[in-house]
């Protein structure tokens, strides 16, 4: 069964950066594509972030400009840069792994708390 692990989460400050890390693991496959979704108390998980293998990489809107993600040069590990932080990115961050079978499968991590606040 693959594994998929997140870290990097914790406090920080208003205007303040954070950088998460993602690893999938356990797995022969090297990932079709890896995404960073959160969800803050009482609304919905909202996608955050999604890097293909091929090399094309999507924001959601309220992050473009403030966030990258991008890949390590680990295999099938990821990271995102979280800069210029706002209350409003309090959410727990989790980590989505798709992989190349037929047909698809993903996976999602346990998440990591970001909270913002002074």
């Known amino acids: 069964q693959m594994r998929v692990e997140e870290s990097g989460g914790g406090l920080v400050q208003p205007g303040g950066s954070l950088r998460l890390s993602c690893v999938a693991s356990?797995?022969?496959?090297?990932?079709?594509?890896m995404s960073w979704f959160r969800q803050a108390p009482g609304k919905e998980r909202e996608l955050v972030a999604v890097?293909?293998?091929?090399?094309?990489?999507d924001y959601g809107e309220s992050v473009k400009g403030r966030f990258t993600i991008s890949w390590a040069n680990v295999k099938n590990t990821i990271y995102l840069q979280m800069s210029d932080l706002k209350p409003e990115d309090t959410a727990v961050y989790y980590c989505?792994?798709?992989?190349?079978?037929?047909?698809?499968?993903?996976?999602w991590g346990q998440g990591t708390q970001v909270t913002v606040s002074s």
């Open positions: 989505n792994v798709e992989l190349p079978t037929v047909p698809s499968q993903d996976y």
């Open positions: 356990n797995t022969i496959y090297t990932v079709k594509s």
């Open positions: 890097i293909r293998r091929r090399g094309n990489i």
